[in-house]
């Protein structure tokens, strides 16, 4: 288990990100949501959901956009939702950069191998998921992505998280991300380190009073050349 000294993340702010055409990787690896009044539990219906896993803003800089965290969940089994619909509202986060509460950036279901049509077995027999929010805003610029894991019941259960889901979708996340791995021409390189000390352990105010471990896992994502 990996334990972060949160001064360094919470207090250190990250440097400029685009020189020109260029993405520049950023200095730091996240800051911790509450230093800046936010939470690392966004907001759903019945309470937060825990954002129980960060892809770090060391991360290179194009896996951090819209179209490079499509391509590396494709590339672990996720995908855009079924045909592109969503059903219901997006959730929201304060990640203490600035922003104050914002919708979720991207939303990403398993995929079952199927880029196309896998997500639309996931929306009617259950499975994991996972929502994106961007750590951007002018106090605390990471650029990190802050993902809310989740395993989810199918639709005939109102798409309800499993007994312990949270956990769970974090850690079948981390066990297909970790290692080399690849989609449509881009590889890979996924490293996992474990931080404590910035979600508390427990049910207390989570969505659907399902309880927590307190652990977040951080990614940093690399792409070979």
């Known amino acids: 288990m990996f334990s972060t000294p949160l ?10 990100v685009v020189t020109g055409l260029t993405l520049q990787r950023r200095a730091v690896d996240f800051f911790d949501p509450a230093q800046g009044g936010g939470s690392v539990f ?25 179209d490079g965290v499509l391509n590396f969940a494709q590339a672990i089994g996720f995908s855009r939702e ?23 950036t991207l939303e990403f279901r398993e995929d079952f191998g199927n880029d196309l049509l896998g997500t639309c077995l ?9 929502r994106v929010f961007r750590q951007n805003g002018p106090q605390a610029n990471s650029g990190a992505l802050f993902l809310a894991v989740s395993k989810e019941q199918p639709v005939s259960k109102n798409h309800d998280i ?10 079948e996340l981390v066990a297909s991300a ?42 940093t994502v690399t792409i070979q050349e």
Do not use: W
Not at 44 to 51: L, Q, S, V
Not at 124 to 129: D, E, F, P
Not at 185 to 202: H, K, S
């Open 7 to 16: 001064a360094v993340l919470g207090l250190v702010y990250g440097s400029a």
């Open 42 to 66: 966004d907001n759903a219906t019945f309470g937060g959901e825990p954002m129980n896993v960060i892809i770090s803003g060391q991360s290179s800089p194009e896996v951090l956009t819209d």
């Open 82 to 104: 079924c045909l592109g619909f969503h059903l219901g509202n997006p959730q929201t986060a304060n990640l203490g950069d600035g922003n104050g509460s914002v919708d979720q």
């Open 122 to 130: 996931e929306s009617l027999v259950g499975g994991n998921h996972f």
């Open 162 to 171: 499993i007994p312990d889901g949270y956990n769970i979708g974090r850690d």
């Open 178 to 219: 970790v290692g080399t791995k690849s989609h449509v021409g881009v590889t890979y390189n996924v490293e996992a380190r474990n931080i404590t000390g910035i979600m508390p352990a427990g049910s207390d105010g989570v969505n659907h009073g399902i309880a927590v471990d307190g652990i977040v896992t951080l990614l």
